[in-house]
């Protein structure tokens, strides 16, 4: 069985680094194909796809946002990060892990973890 | 960036009724499309992926088709379950990209 579940600060400043932390089992990100990405959500509104790391420690971000991005993974623990730097309000959000299959799509979502930037 | 532009933005029917949903890239995105479905207070789940493949456990009365640059999602039979928004999902080139959302209502 598959599962994912996001880990994080749920409030921080302006300027502060996000970290988020994904904790997943069923699955080992040294598996050929298979990946983790990172997307969020703000309140009521669509989805924006950040950044992936694959089981080659291939990595890709949204280019809208690469300068502040940073992702990692670590395979003996079953966990990957995501840093962002210089939050600010615009980045409040519920951010998601997902498992990425080698098509790209996101077949596994954890519940989400909300993240509030605010002074 | 492949923009994805999805319509309707909100979709009233009744039960047992079909609805189609669609979604049009900027550019050729071989089937590379996926479909989630996120109810309300809870995580999106992947529906279809490659176009018209059915993820594990979802009902047959969604199915995906389309190719190209446009991409359609149907539901047979409408039941109240369905009541979720729904997103398409290109995932051809990077930025992964993502239509703005249907929100399926029941009349």
Redesign the interface.
Known sequence: QVTLKESGPGILQPSQTLSLTCTFSGFSLSTYGLGVGWIRQPSGKGLEWLANIWWDDDKYFNPSLKVRLTISKDTSNNQAFLKITNVDTADTATYYCVRMNYGGSADYWGQGVMVTVSS | ?IQVTQSPASLSASLGETVTIECRASEDIYS?L?W?QQKPGN????LI??ANDL?DGVPSRFSGSGSDTQYSLKINSLQSEDVASY?C?Q??N????????TKLEIK
Not at chain 2, 43 to 46: I, W
Not at chain 2, 94 to 101: A, E, M, R, V, W
């Open positions: 960036d590379n996926a989630y995580s999106p789940q992947l992926y490659d993820a997103f999902q995932y051809n990077f930025p992964f990209t993502f239509g703005s959302g």
